[in-house]
């Protein structure tokens, strides 16, 4: 769910999203996402459009859900500091019964930076603290609560109590299909990819370069859950045969939303839940 500009201005977001989610946790949808952004994208709306701090409102949601996957799709690197991130992505698993999952990547959205004052590094740092960010959650839901040194980021102590309700943690997803830093990431620290559907050809190389970065570190590539992200309508006719050759390419996860002019949110994730998603699934 990535557009807040719906009828009845701020005091009809709360219902619109808890229905939203309500519908995509009854129909079966596997996991439930936010954007992390402070100023809505451009691509999207205007900059002065609605837009939802997104852990906060991912604990709103899983209170009004029971079995859907929550996560951000993706949290940016330079808002939290890691240690800070583990703890709420921490918090949001513990309360909502083991269901979160960290989203992360490089960020990316300069004017929100810049107009709310966060630091925007250049790309090769934002990439250094990405991975230094992999290393900080990974040890913060281990038994190991010692120090971090790193490059960008020093830690005294790693302690996070409660621990997260998912052991060993929770799964954590890097987006991008960046072939020399991205999908090393992955392959070295995450549970599951995100790309871009852009064509079946383009994702079946993404993929071979992600099974060499498996091989690189030593890892089953099979390990890592294949997602792709699409702006098609999924009602449209082409939609479903347009998918089958990404499952074919081993895709288990397809992520779709309702566009910027739909004023009915959960009105459509019911339709998709409904028309689309048992097909989907058999694919």
């Known amino acids: 769910m990535a557009n ?9 977001l709360a219902p ?10 009854r129909g079966g949808a596997h996991t439930f996402t936010l954007m992390d952004h402070y100023f809505q994208m451009e691509s999207l709306a205007t900059a002065h459009d609605p837009m939802l701090e997104g852990y906060t409102s ?3 949601v899983a209170g009004q859900t029971e079995r859907i996957q929550l996560g951000l799709l993706v949290t940016g690197v ?7 991130l583990a703890k ?22 300069e004017r929100e930076h810049l107009g709310l004052g966060v630091p925007f590094p250049p790309v090769a740092e934002r990439f250094e603290r990405l991975e230094e960010t992999l290393q900080v959650v990974r040890q913060m839901w281990s038994d190991d609560e010692g120090p971090f040194e790193g490059r960008h980021h020093q830690l005294a102590e790693t302690i996070c109590e409660p621990r997260p309700v998912q052991q060993p943690r929770p799964p954590v997803m890097v987006g991008g299909s960046g ?5 090393r990431l992955v392959a070295q620290y995450a549970d599951a990819c995100n790309l871009f559907a852009t064509t079946p050809e383009e994702v079946a190389h993404k993929l071979e370069v992600l ?19 699409t702006g098609g309508d999924p009602f449209a006719a082409g939609f479903l045969p347009e998918m089958e050759p990404y499952a074919a390419l081993g895709i288990e996860q397809v992520w779709v939303g309702p566009g910027p002019a739909e004023s009915d949110p959960a009105g459509w994730v019911e339709r998709v839940c409904g028309q689309v998603l048992p097909r989907l699934s058999e694919l």
């Not at 807040?4 to 009809?12: C, D, S, V, Y």
């Not at 072939?179 to 999908?183: A, H, I, Q, S």
């Not at 099974?211 to 992200?229: L, P, Q, W």
């Open 4 to 12: 807040f500009t719906l009828p009845g201005g701020p005091e009809a």
């Open 16 to 25: 619109a999203l808890a229905a939203t989610a309500r519908a995509a946790d």
């Open 58 to 60: 991912l604990g709103f």
């Open 78 to 84: 330079t808002y939290r500091h890691p240690g800070l």
């Open 88 to 109: 709420v992505v921490t918090t949001l698993d513990v309360l909502s019964g083991g269901r979160a999952m960290l989203g992360i990547g490089a960020a990316w959205y």
């Open 179 to 183: 072939e020399r830093k991205t999908l």
């Open 211 to 229: 099974d060499r970065h498996c091989a690189d570190v030593g890892r089953d590539s099979s390990e890592v859950t294949r997602t792709v992200i």
